[in-house]
């Protein structure tokens, strides 16, 4: 059995919340937790991994979300025109969510 760590079901629900992430992402990740501690740690061979902390890490730091149009970068607002209101895009800042307009068509249709 691998070593318990500081990761768990309570940081990652914590962690998807605080992204803003799907209920069907946090049920996913939650999943593939459970699968991932009931495995052994690997053999590595040829690799001294003595002085390597597996218990200990530092957690994702992300932007914060809700930026404006005016702090995106300048190419970002070169590629997309983010004034028009007929048109799909999704925004990520740092790995977190920063800006997503969908269509009323594809949204009616449940197509996202």
């Known amino acids: 059995m691998a070593e318990n760590v500081i990761a768990g079901n309570d940081f990652i629900r914590a962690f998807s919340e605080d992204a803003s992430e799907p209920t069907f992402l946090t ?4 999943a593939a937790w459970k699968l991932a ?3 052994d740690l690997p ?3 040829k690799t001294k991994i003595e002085r390597w902390n597996f218990t200990k890490f530092d ?3 992300g932007a914060s979300t809700g ?3 005016e702090e995106l970068a300048e190419k970002v607002t070169n590629l997309v025109d983010l004034d028009n ?4 895009y999704y925004i990520q800042v740092d790995a977190r969510p920063a ?3 969908l269509k009323k068509s594809c949204v009616t ?4």
């Open 99 to 101: 800006r997503l307009q």
């Open 85 to 88: 209101q007929d048109a799909n």
């Open 43 to 45: 053999f590595v061979d």
């Open 59 to 61: 957690t994702f730091e």
């Open 37 to 39: 501690s009931e495995l």
């Open 27 to 30: 049920e996913s990740r939650l």
């Open 67 to 69: 930026i404006s149009n």
């Open 109 to 112: 249709r449940a197509l996202f």
